[in-house]
């Protein structure tokens, strides 16, 4: 079986710029998660998402925006880009929400010139 | 609120040996306590989880982690370590009966693990 996929594996943006992430998580997962790991640091968490509807929400400003489709896949926006998001942003996906664990994918290496 | 410390940044172990990654957590209510591995560019893989029941959990790759709620501690343990297992370890944590913006794993810094041959 497939594992959870992200796309891209790397971009580069100027800041101002916008960035959209795409996650397809395991088949039958309903519930998908975003982190942001910034190097040397563990993840932060960002979003999650179960059967479409937002169940969480980081400290993280009004610049950072996620859904999920019907097919339970998900898309992280992340507007006006600084310096400082910069980072391998990780989607996880899992049966449902809490104690199912998470299964994460490889992450997207965004950086911010 | 919750949190997760990791005391260690670097554990160097000799192959053989038995390994111990460090973990201690605080939440208002009861743990879900998690621990993961990442590789270099790579996602987190899920080693295993304490959820109730017995303190002793096992996990994949011949992993354990033993729960203590008095020292409020979550550690990762191997009786005989490998060059394979030199990673990077999480210990993640929620507190099970939080509720919205709080419904989140809150991870540890980090333990770069080393086995050295």
């Known amino acids: 079986d497939a594992g959870v996929t992200q796309s891209p594996t790397h971009l580069i943006k100027t800041r101002g710029q916008h960035v959209t992430l795409r996650c397809s998580p395991i088949?039958?997962?309903?519930?998908v998660s975003w982190y942001q790991q910034v190097l040397g640091q563990g993840p932060q968490f960002i979003f999650q998402y179960y059967e479409k509807e937002e169940r969480g929400r980081g400290n993280f400003p009004d610049r950072f925006s996620a859904r999920q489709f019907p097919n339970y896949s998900s898309e992280l926006n992340v507007n006006a880009l600084l310096l400082g998001d910069s980072a391998l942003y990780l989607c996880?996906?899992?049966?449902?929400?809490?104690?199912?664990?998470?299964?994460f994918g490889p992450g997207t290496r965004l950086t911010v010139t | 609120a919750q949190s997760v410390a990791q005391p260690e940044d670097q554990v160097n172990v000799a192959e053989g040996n038995p390994l111990t990654v460090k973990c201690t957590y605080s939440?208002?209510?009861?743990?879900?306590l998690f621990w993961y591995v990442q590789y270099p560019n790579r996602g987190l893989q899920f080693l295993l989880k304490?959820?109730?029941?017995?303190?002793l959990v096992k996990g994949s790759y011949g992993f354990e982690a033993e729960f203590n709620k008095s020292q409020t501690s979550f550690h990762l343990k191997k009786p005989s370590a490998l060059v394979s297992d030199s990673a990077l370890y999480f210990c993640?944590?929620?507190?099970?009966?939080?509720?919205?913006?709080?419904?989140?794993?809150?991870f540890g810094s980090g333990t770069q693990l080393t086995v050295l041959p």
């Open positions: 304490y959820i109730t029941g017995d303190n």
């Open positions: 939440v208002s209510g009861n743990p879900y």
């Open positions: 993640a944590v929620r507190d099970a009966f939080s509720s919205g913006s709080a419904r989140q794993l809150t």
């Open positions: 996880a996906s899992s049966l449902g929400g809490f104690p199912h664990e998470q299964y």
């Open positions: 088949s039958g997962h309903k519930s």
